[in-house]
């Protein structure tokens, strides 16, 4: 059974910072890709940052360049989303996510977590 499971979300001041956790288990992620998406009240659900197991690649949201920063730890099976300088607009529900390959597309994206709430306030 596949489990992806995040935690760290909560409430946070403008301007602050959170480090999201996603926790894999269940199968082997080494030939994965994995990706935080989030998704706002009212809006689609928003690629923000993918990172291949294997390997340093990564790939983020353009708007989200220099804020948020994905990592992950091959021992702990863990994805990071370190995110800084948070803005009102990033509150959200935020998703981990696994896929075959990376994408941007939620749709490529085969195990998904229960997500975690992150709500920014001004």
């Known amino acids: 059974q596949v489990q992806l499971v995040e935690s760290g979300g909560g409430w946070v001041q403008a301007g602050g910072s959170l480090r999201l956790s996603c926790a894999a288990s269940g199968r082997t992620f080494s030939n994965y890709a994995m990706g935080w998406f989030r998704q706002a009240p009212g809006k689609e659900r928003e690629f923000v940052a993918s990172i291949y197991w294997r390997g340093a690649f990564t790939s983020y949201a353009d708007s989200l360049k220099g804020r948020f920063t994905i990592s992950r730890d091959y021992a702990k099976n863990t994805v990071y989303l370190q995110m800084n300088s948070l803005k009102p607009e990033d509150t959200a529900v935020y998703y981990c996510?696994?896929?075959?390959?990376?994408?941007?597309?939620?749709?490529?994206?085969?195990?998904w977590g229960q997500g975690t709430q992150v709500t920014v306030s001004s």
């Open positions: 996510a696994a896929a075959e390959k990376v994408s941007v597309s939620a749709y490529e994206y085969d195990y």
